[in-house]
């Protein structure tokens, strides 16, 4: 096996901005994620580099979002009294605005296209900005956290360079901005897994979603219900994701791997462990496709760290211990966390509950092959050549 190059996106500026006390977004879970990636030696590795980035260019948001949208961040994020704009989604509860805002939000995107030039450019084989996956940022909104899009400023750079991208979103929220950036390309396949937008954030999200003009079929969707398992996710995952990746075959995989699916996510109700995380992690790298992996959602933050841990350690293709080093337990425990171990048992939701999830899995899964299939795999599932 040729040995892989990974570069790991950090910035010693992320800590020093704060989204408030009472948000739930907090930025201490990626030290929590550093911490265990260092108790496990994977800050060390001979193939990885860590690599600082800048703020991303007004070029580059600009070939997303709209210019009054940005004019208005970058005011806000200096005022000094409170400000808000209800009409650009800022000021609200989700959306707070706070000092250096814009410079946040920038330096997430700068994170981002840092990491797909490494792999695009410099022949990086995988690249992890825990920063970014901001999948909810409009063209001239914020929403759900998010100001800027990332990937969608990240993708498109990338798109002008001719090159095919697959963008798979697995947070538990629909990834509704980059969608709406690629609805009508056939150019970015875009999959999201989310919990179903019937009684969930962002309330989009449909089978019915499949993509407009060049772009019809270019857009894939799979709502899940309330206890959706780690089980009942492979399946969406095997039948569904996994054949549309390897059939598509894009120049780079871009992934929003928002750890708030697990079973102890407080603002979400899906039921998956680093089970079924880990499996899917260990799919995606043995394609071999140039790939970019970007934070997003995680409020139960021991797991999210756990999360992107071995995320971090299969794209640099490093089997770990599954119990968590002994240094990192001590740490963690006066904190209050319990965890002792990296890797879940596999979890069944309750018998009742998981049939209605199951149920609505199978139909979505049945409507996907008959709408999305035909035009990636061929009319028999085939990938056609
Ligand atoms: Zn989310």
Redesign the pocket.
């Known amino acids: 096996m040729s040995p892989c190059r990974t570069a790991l996106i950090y910035s010693p500026l992320f800590g020093t901005f704060n989204y408030g006390e009472n948000h739930p977004f907090k930025l201490q879970r990626n030290r929590l994620a550093y911490d265990l990636m260092a108790a496990y030696g994977l800050l060390e590795l001979p193939q990885m580099q860590i690599h600082d980035c800048l703020p991303a260019s007004d070029e580059l948001l600009l070939s997303f979002h709209d210019h009054a949208y940005i004019a208005r961040l970058k005011e806000f994020s200096v005022s000094e009294e409170a400000r808000a704009d209800f009409r650009f989604g800022l000021g609200d509860a989700e959306c707070p605005v706070f000092p250096g805002l814009y410079d946040y939000a920038a330096l997430g995107a700068g994170a981002t296209f840092e990491a797909v030039r490494l792999v695009e450019e410099e022949g990086f084989d995988a690249a992890f900005n825990m920063h970014g996956g901001w999948h909810h940022a409009h063209r001239s909104k914020a929403s759900g956290f998010s100001y800027l899009n990332d990937a969608a400023v990240a993708i498109n750079w990338l798109v002008a360079r001719g090159r095919r991208v697959l963008y798979l979103d697995i947070?538990?929220?629909h990834g509704d901005g980059v969608q709406e950036a690629f609805y009508n390309t056939d150019q970015v396949l875009t999959i999201s897994l989310h919990e179903s937008g019937i009684y969930f954030y962002p309330g989009t999200g449909f089978e019915s979603e499949i993509g407009e003009g060049r772009g019809k079929g270019y857009s894939v969707n799979v709502p899940l219900l309330a206890h959706t398992d780690d089980a009942i996710y492979m399946k969406a995952f095997d039948e569904v994701v996994y054949p549309l990746i390897a059939a598509f075959n894009p120049d780079m995989i871009v992934t929003q791997i928002?750890a708030?699916t697990f079973r102890t996510d407080p603002l979400?109700n899906l039921e998956i462990t680093t089970h079924s995380y880990r499996e899917m992690m260990v799919k995606i790298q043995r394609l071999k496709i140039p790939w970019v992996a970007l934070g997003?959602?995680g409020y139960d933050l021991m797991n999210t760290a756990r999360a992107w841990t071995l995320a971090w350690s299969i794209m640099n293709n490093v089997e770990l211990d599954p119990r968590l080093p002994p240094a990192f337990i001590d740490k963690i425990e006066p904190l209050g966390y319990q965890n002792r171990v990296l890797l879940d048992a596999m979890h069944w939701a309750d018998e009742g509950e998981r049939t209605l999830a199951l149920t609505a899995v199978e139909k979505s899964i049945a409507r996907i092959k008959k709408t999305i299939f035909p035009g990636i795999l061929g009319s028999h599932g085939y990938a056609s050549l």
Do not use: I, N
């Open positions: 947070d538990a929220h928002g708030d979400t997003g959602g």
